[in-house]
């Protein structure tokens, strides 16, 4: 018999705008496609709903499928909470792995102030793991860039690079 320990990254951040505007930039293509790795999300936002993280240009360029991220939405109840599943089919040996599931817990903790909780169980799927926690050379900063960068996005108004 083997057994699988639980690995769940726990990242959270205080963001100056309402939980609203995070939800959006969460969930709109044409704000997700402005932050992190500059790539467009789709959701159908309902549980049993589709969810697709499209390839940027750069990525596609690179010989990442338009599709490069999958899954499945399981529950939704906006502007607080959006539970999913995230399977990267990037490259073959993230799309060996199984889906992992990932989770945003929205909190206004003030007028005008969010703090965001991402929870990301990658639980049997160490490579994705290693991505998402910026420890891939040459891959990005994982969700502590993505967080930054949508954290900057919509406090300033423009993006950390770019």
Same mark, same amino acid.
């Given at each position: 018999m083997t057994s699988t320990t639980r690995t769940v990254q726990v990242y959270r951040i205080y963001i100056q705008a309402t939980s609203e505007a995070v939800w959006t930039a &969460? /969930?709109?293509p044409e704000w997700s496609e402005?932050?992190?790795?500059?790539s467009p999300a789709h959701y159908e936002?309902? +549980?049993?709903?589709?969810y697709r993280g499209l390839a940027s240009p750069e990525m596609t360029a690179a010989g990442v499928p338009e599709v490069a991220v999958e899954g499945e939405v399981v529950e939704v109840d906006p502007p607080r909470r959006l539970v999913q599943t995230w399977h990267p089919v990037w490259g073959p040996e993230a799309a060996a792995e199984p889906a992992t599931r990932l989770t945003y *817990? &929205? @909190?206004e903790t003030s007028p005008g102030v969010t703090r965001l909780t991402v929870l990301h @169980? !990658? /639980? @049997? %799927? +160490?490579? !994705? *793991? %290693?991505m998402v926690a910026g420890? !891939? +050379?040459?891959?990005?900063g994982g969700w502590s860039e993505v967080l930054s960068d949508l954290? /900057?996005?919509l406090e300033t108004g423009k993006p950390l690079a770019g």
């Open positions: &969460i /969930t709109a402005r932050y992190g790795y500059r936002l309902r +549980p049993g709903g589709r *817990e &929205i @909190d @169980d !990658v /639980t @049997d %799927a +160490p490579s !994705v *793991e %290693a420890e !891939v +050379p040459n891959a990005g954290k /900057t996005l």
